[in-house]
């Protein structure tokens, strides 16, 4: 089970079938990609975020950036779709063939702008008193900025108290091991450093 694998879980029923269809065609298309929840999207990631992709109440959201739905907009026609975002029904079969020269165009305009630091997401008391207990504040506070904000958002995203409590648990684990993330194996830059000089 993955951190995406576990968000299809939660979905609900109607949006299970797209949301499996195309991660199944992501990870066949981005083979090398990371999966990581940002900014509560299920995302595959390689050095920055490549595409994201959500449940919505009647349609997958899917977020390729601006670039590929400019490139390709004569094929967009019968969706909805914004700057960088396309919605795809959950009453029509998935356009794996959209999807897929979407990715690919993806990948043919790698991101030159310079990256904006995120804001950072507020953190509610009950999580901060749970890592306070759990004497963990200081490990969650040397973690990454976008793993602060994907715990947060990925905890505060679930619907149901018991999930909630589980991915806090998932949090609280993996800040204690200080290898993983999001199920992942994870490094620091220092310790990643050490290991190429060695």
């Known amino acids: 089970m993955t951190v995406i694998t576990d968000y299809i879980d939660q979905a609900p029923t109607l949006a299970q079938p ?5 991660y199944a065609l992501l990870k066949q298309l981005l083979p090398d990609a990371e999966e990581r929840i940002s900014y509560g999207m299920p995302t595959f990631w390689q050095q920055h975020n490549l595409v994201h992709f959500i449940a919505n109440k009647h349609h997958l959201g899917f977020y390729p950036t601006a670039a590929p ?5 004569d094929e ?29 165009s993806r990948l043919a305009h790698p991101e030159t702008a310079a990256r904006h630091r995120r804001s950072t997401e507020a953190m509610p008391p009950e999580i901060q008193q749970a890592l306070t207990q759990a004497g963990l504040l200081a490990q969650f506070n ?23 409590e589980k991915r806090l648990q998932q949090m609280l684990t993996e800040l204690t091991d200080g290898h993983l993330y999001m199920k992942m194996n994870w490094q620091t830059k220092s310790k990643r450093a050490g290991d190429r000089q060695d």
Do not use: C, M
């Open 18 to 22: 797209h949301l499996q269809q195309i």
């Open 69 to 73: 739905l400019v490139e390709l907009a």
């Open 76 to 104: 967009l026609d019968g969706y909805t779709h914004s700057k960088g975002a396309i919605q795809f029904p959950y009453d029509r079969p998935l356009p794996t063939n959209l999807i897929t020269k979407l990715v690919r």
């Open 142 to 164: 040397a973690r990454p900025h976008y793993q602060q904000n994907d715990y947060l958002r990925w905890i505060q995203q679930a619907k149901r108290p018991a999930t909630q």
